[in-house]
């Protein structure tokens, strides 16, 4: 008996991991979205100032700081977070949301984040079932999560997470798991150049960048890893989305309606739908019109 079939056989148990190992990756994922823009943001300066052949006037730190160094800590004490203050929503719960130490607010972004892949994670194993789709729709969405979040804080697609993700879209498209290689290559081109098209006449009727490039190639993954066919529906969307909650926090919050809006998470939002329930919303469609 396959790995597969004896989980098919066990529905709940199979749910209730992938719910689990969606809390856990929920709690990286926070440690990505924090670290990377700094990550970056080092890198950058060292670049230019490399170009410009500049020395740093910054105090530098012998301390290294990636993903998995320096250990997790109170930003507001620097309290060293041990494994079991650690624990997935259960520990936020445990800790009533309060630094161990110092008793400073944790923000609940945090277990929020985790419940949401561990929902989001849920959702594609009950649709796809134990399946190779499965393991392709996590990944994918828990990047597009991470994306969302720094689109969100910082108005920025990292390339070290888009073009990886466009890869392993194209690869995936070899083993015809979603789509065709000749489907996601399509997909993949169409997505890029839509919103590049979008970029520069929006740029030449108003002299003003109206999004990024990672937007570009953020869509360009989702089309590789749906196809082109798909891309209509998660442009229109995207769009609809986007332009609810921008009125909303117009309306609400009075925010500048010439305030830059990060596309990123809206582009997410609907990949998600798509990549869920795409063929049913087509069909559904297509009825409704007669076709």
């Known amino acids: 008996m ?24 929920g709690s990286f994922l ?68 309060r630094c161990k130490s110092c008793k400073t607010p944790i923000s609940i972004r945090y277990p929020s984040v985790e419940l949401t892949t561990a929902l989001l994670s849920i959702i594609i194993s009950v649709q796809l079932g134990p399946s190779i789709q499965t393991g392709v729709a996590l990944l994918f ?18 390339d070290s997470i888009t073009l990886p993700l466009l890869w392993f879209a194209l690869f995936v498209s070899l083993f015809n798991v979603f789509v065709t290689p000749e489907t996601a290559l399509i997909g993949a081109l169409v997505g890029y150049l839509t919103l590049w098209s979008v970029f520069w006449l929006f740029k030449l009727a108003t002299g003003k960048e109206g999004m ?14 749906l196809g082109w066919e798909m891309l209509p529906q998660v442009i229109m969307l995207s769009a609809f989305v986007g332009a609810t909650v921008g009125l909303i926090l117009i309306a609400v919050k009075g925010r500048d309606k010439n305030t830059p ?14 990549l869920i329930w795409g063929e049913k919303i087509n069909t559904t469609y297509l009825t409704f019109v007669g076709l």
Not at 2 to 25: C, K, N, T, Y
Not at 261 to 269: A, D, M, R, T
């Open 261 to 274: 809006i990060p596309f990123g998470p809206y582009l997410s939002i609907a990949a998600f739908i798509a």
């Open 2 to 25: 396959s790995i597969i079939q004896a989980l098919e056989q066990s529905p709940v148990f199979f749910h209730l991991s992938i719910g689990i190992l969606g809390l856990l990756v």
């Open 30 to 97: 926070n440690v990505v979205v924090y670290r990377l823009p700094i990550m970056l943001q080092k890198a950058w300066r060292q670049e230019c100032l490399a170009f410009l052949e500049q020395e740093d006037s910054q105090p530098t730190t012998s301390e290294v700081f990636n993903l998995s160094q320096p250990r997790s800590r109170c930003p507001s004490c620097g309290h060293p977070i041990s494994a079991l203050d650690n624990i997935p929503v259960i520990s936020y719960l445990f800790l009533r949301g």
């Open 212 to 225: 990024g490039y990672g937007d570009f190639k953020l869509l360009a993954a989702i089309g590789a890893l």
């Open 141 to 158: 969405t828990w990047a597009l999560i991470c994306l969302t979040l720094i689109d969100f804080d910082t108005q920025l697609l990292p």
